[in-house]
């Protein structure tokens, strides 16, 4: 069963630093993968995602991703924060053609410092 | 420019009591999602829908029903509700891709958070 770990429920950062948000995932092919971010009250907006080739993917916002297929990671970065980032993110592991196999980490909390 | 729409936003129920929350979408998306999420546990799968008449059950069915008559709407039923189930809902659809496979990015509601007491 394919599985997604967050391993850090809580990250704060102060404004103007640089980001990186860990995703593991456990999957048995070529995964697809996402990060979503949510803001408070709000439902969840699509940052990224990968489905093949170039393993660096642009997102919206300034966040990239980078998929290291040795080490089972997406981890989410961005150069500079800005207070307006402050949310909660999810990464997410799919397989292409099932509806129902799009399964969410539990999330990562960011704090930005002013 | 609607989107996702789920209503309502909030609510209380006591125990055993029954509803509906109603989600629509105006994307013409074939697919449709029920989702609840609960402090650091992430989203998880209730139902979802692969177009009109089509439904299936996610990870945590039980307690729930949905039907899908139209493209449009994907009401989940909660029938005699429990303390379990207080929680946030997030209905999401998702566009199919070429191919017949779907793409993956799911579009969400505002969710309706349920409480049950």
């Known amino acids: 069963a394919q599985s997604v770990t967050q391993p850090d429920i809580h990250i704060t950062v102060s404004e103007g630093a640089s980001l990186e948000l860990r995703c593991n995932y456990s999957?048995?092919?070529?995964?697809?993968l996402f990060w979503y971010v949510q803001s408070p009250g709000q439902g969840l907006q699509l940052l990224l995602k990968y489905f093949s080739g170039d393993t660096l993917v642009q997102g919206i916002k300034g966040f990239e991703a980078e998929f290291k297929r040795s080490q089972s990671s997406f981890n989410l970065r961005k150069p500079s924060v800005h207070w307006s980032d402050a949310a909660e993110y999810f990464c997410?592991?799919?397989?292409?053609?099932?509806?129902?196999?799009?399964?969410f980490g539990s999330g990562t909390q960011l704090t930005v410092l002013p | 420019n609607a989107g996702v729409t789920q209503t309502p936003k909030f609510r209380i129920l006591k125990i055993g009591q029954s509803m509906t929350l109603q989600c629509a979408q105006d994307?013409?998306?074939?697919?449709m999602y029920w989702y609840r999420q609960d402090p650091g546990m992430g989203l998880k799968l209730i139902y979802y829908?692969?177009?009109?008449?089509?439904?299936d059950k996610g990870e945590v069915p039980n307690g729930y029903n949905v039907s899908r008559s139209t493209t449009e709407d994907f009401p989940l039923r909660l029938e005699l509700a429990a303390p379990s189930q207080t929680s946030v809902y997030f209905c999401?659809?998702?566009?199919?891709?070429?191919?017949?496979?779907?793409?993956?990015?799911?579009?969400f509601g505002e969710g309706s958070r349920l409480t049950v007491l």
């Open positions: 999957y048995g092919a070529t995964p697809y």
């Open positions: 829908s692969v177009g009109a008449g089509i439904t």
């Open positions: 994307m013409n998306h074939n697919y």
């Open positions: 999401a659809s998702s566009p199919r891709a070429g191919g017949g496979t779907n793409t993956g990015e799911l579009f």
């Open positions: 997410a592991v799919g397989a292409s053609g099932s509806a129902r196999q799009l399964t």
